[in-house]
């Protein structure tokens, strides 16, 4: 390091700005290691506290990306968009997406995460699918990217090295919540696939990581500032995670879903969230000039089964076994399949997703601790949304679960997160808010 990093880390704890230089010095520091522990939890706790510039957060955001690999696609002729979602409960969008965009003539190279807490994660949902992988080279990626139009993959090593530090600093010292470091992490990544375009879900309610929305309207205003700023374009939408998206919650459940949704019934939701992505995603592709048009494009090519033909393709070229399609049964079923049943007439007044999400982690379709193994098939699948009326002895929910004593102790906490009442209530708006 050039600059000496105490004082460097003095100025931010005493609400200084940092040039670009000085802030890539921190970052090589992170990634050789000559920054040390005690260092990178001090610099992290002052710009929790003290914030960071725009022009900050850009220059921390590209120091991060440049501390791995970038790839670049220089034989993909489409314009490479891709989405990223802050995380929630049922949120299965990137699976139908991806095909979905690709089907409209863009190029999707799509790095997604593991679960992380109570929200689900692509990459382990992606494992439920027998056969497919998303350990690729990066070699291996591009020709995917290329001949299917989309490429789904864990983060290598090579990608971002210094956000892997960073953030397990982070979620050590308390550090996570701040909007530039969550801005530099979420973003180097992104940038590091070469993308020239990217869409943010930006989730906000009980089970999203920005519980309040005027956190999550930051985040957003963030995420697309510092997108610009570092060269590619942006737009954001601001959904709701106050329920589950979707009805079905778990890996492989919830990989039947869209498999079902391919070509047949599609929760509502589900289908809208990702309509509304998609739109975006088409405008900053310039494949379509206004919203409306984006969006009967992604209808129709859903309903002539482009979108199943494009995810085939993709099944085949990474790996899954591409049967799936006609017969979920391939997928497995957990063992134990129970109904939560109504105890009373009324309706549903509540679907708490961040309940739901607990109760899928605690059957074993999530992560306690980052090195613990997932049971794909375990999960809840929801029979009623909030609003619905309901008899007596209706099943509100089936739960999934390897055990029958797990599966009871999760029907009781089910029943508990869908409570009957008489008010008929509605969910509000799904897209609160775009910003492009
Ligand atoms: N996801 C990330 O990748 N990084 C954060 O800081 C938060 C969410």
């Not at 501390?67 to 929630?88: A, E, F, M, N, Y």
């Not at 470091?181 to 989730?203: F, P």
């Not at 979108?307 to 399609?325: I, K, M, S, T, Y």
């Amino acid at each position: 390091m050039h600059n000496h990093p105490a004082r460097l880390i003095a100025r931010k704890r005493d609400a200084g700005e940092l040039g670009p230089a000085e802030i890539r010095d921190l970052v090589s520091g992170v990634v050789d290691g000559s920054l040390g522990d005690a260092q990178l939890g001090a610099f992290l706790m002052a710009v929790c506290c003290n914030g960071m510039t725009p022009a900050e957060t850009a220059a921390l955001t590209l120091a991060m990306r440049d501390s791995g690999r970038v790839l670049q696609h220089p034989h993909v002729t489409r314009p490479k968009i891709d989405k990223h979602s802050t995380g929630g409960v049922g949120d299965k969008v990137s699976l139908l997406l991806a095909p979905l965009v690709a089907a409209a003539g863009v190029a999707v190279p799509m790095v997604s995460g593991r679960g992380l807490g109570h929200t689900g994660g692509t990459i382990d949902k992606l494992a439920a699918l027998p056969g497919y992988r998303t350990d690729l080279s990066i070699e291996r990626f591009q020709q995917v990217l290329e001949q299917c139009g989309y490429a789904m993959a864990a983060p290598s090593a090579e990608i971002a090295p210094a956000d892997r530090r960073m953030y397990a600093t982070r979620d050590i010292s308390g550090t996570v919540e701040s909007i530039p470091l969550i801005t530099s992490s979420i973003l180097s990544k992104k940038l590091a696939e070469g993308i020239d375009g990217l869409v943010m879900d930006v989730k906000t309610g009980r089970a999203a990581f920005m519980v309040q929305e005027h956190d999550a309207i930051s985040l957003m205003e963030s995420l697309v500032a510092v997108g610009r700023a570092a060269g590619i374009k942006m737009a954001a939408l601001l959904t709701d995670m106050d329920h589950p998206l979707g009805q079905a919650l778990g890996n492989s459940l919830e990989v039947i879903e869209v498999v079902q949704a391919l070509d047949g019934p599609c929760p509502d939701d589900l289908r809208e969230v990702t309509l509304a992505l998609g739109a975006e995603m088409l405008l900053l592709a310039g494949v379509a000039g206004d919203l409306d048009s984006a969006r009967a494009t992604l209808v129709r090519l859903w309903q002539d089964g482009v979108v199943r033909q494009v995810f085939r393709h993709n099944l085949e070229l990474q790996g899954g076994d591409p049967r799936v399609l006609d017969d979920v049964s391939l997928l497995g079923r957990a063992p134990h399949v129970v109904a939560v049943e109504a105890r009373r007439p009324g309706f549903v007044v509540d679907v708490d997703p961040l309940a739901l999400g607990h109760v899928v982690v605690d059957l074993g379709g999530g992560r306690r601790q980052p090195s613990d193994a997932i049971d794909p098939q375990v999960g809840i699948v929801l029979k009623h949304g909030l609003g619905d009326a309901v008899q007596t002895g209706d099943a509100l929910a089936f739960v999934h679960a390897r055990t029958a004593a797990a599966a009871q102790a999760a029907a009781e906490r089910v029943a508990a997160a869908m409570p009957v009442g008489d008010e008929k209530r509605r969910r509000g708006a799904l897209v609160k808010r775009r910003l492009v």
